[in-house]
């Protein structure tokens, strides 16, 4: 997993509440258990005009131009609600999403992000709608940085917002860790634990 420090990128408004992971990633387009071959999916219901086909609606934010280079989705309410699907994620990570930004998230969608890579930020609905307001009107303007070291984001205009992340959802973002990677860095405890028990358990036999 590509770790995460600090991002300057486009940022695509989809300003909805309650986008659930079927909405992410329609049911139909999980042909695999593979965390690659999805991309083409993602958001399908919405890019496409048809189910089944390819063929870009022009008012879906992802398919305009000048949100080619996303990056960053500016979201609503409880993100990723529904199912626990993790192809969600793995469809946003394969798709070139890095962070999410967005007023809550649902708790299990917010996990699958943090697994593969994708910061989700949260801000006040308020500090959201400001952001796409500002970021509306000119191209070049459509920029956000979040950096996660700080825990801010700064709006093109200067503005910066903090936000809150959990202290392990952090580290693994950061160092580019799974669950299991996270767990390893504690290798040396964990060894001495088992060999303090192995110690343990012959003592309590020879007695």
Known sequence: ?????????????????????????????????????????????WRYIGI?????????VLNQPAYATTRIILGGANFGCGSSREHAAWALAEYGIRAIVASSF??????????????????DALAIAALATAIAPDPQARRLTIDLPTQTLTAPDGTTHAFPIADEAKEMLLDGLDAIDL?????????AFIAADRLRRAWVYAA
Request: charged letters at 25%; aromatic letters at 4%; proline letters at 7%.
């Open 52 to 60: 089944g086909t390819r063929d870009r609606d022009p008012d879906f």
């Open 1 to 45: 997993m590509e770790p995460f420090t600090r991002l300057t990128a486009v940022a695509a408004p989809l300003l909805r509440d309650n986008i659930d992971t079927d909405a992410i990633i329609p049911s139909r387009e999980m042909r695999s258990v593979s965390k690659t071959g999805l991309a083409d999916g993602l958001f399908a219901g």
């Open 106 to 123: 649902n708790p299990i969608f917010q996990g699958n992000c943090i697994r593969n890579g994708i910061v989700p930020v949260t801000l």
């Open 183 to 191: 767990t390893l860095k504690r290798r040396v405890d964990i060894d």
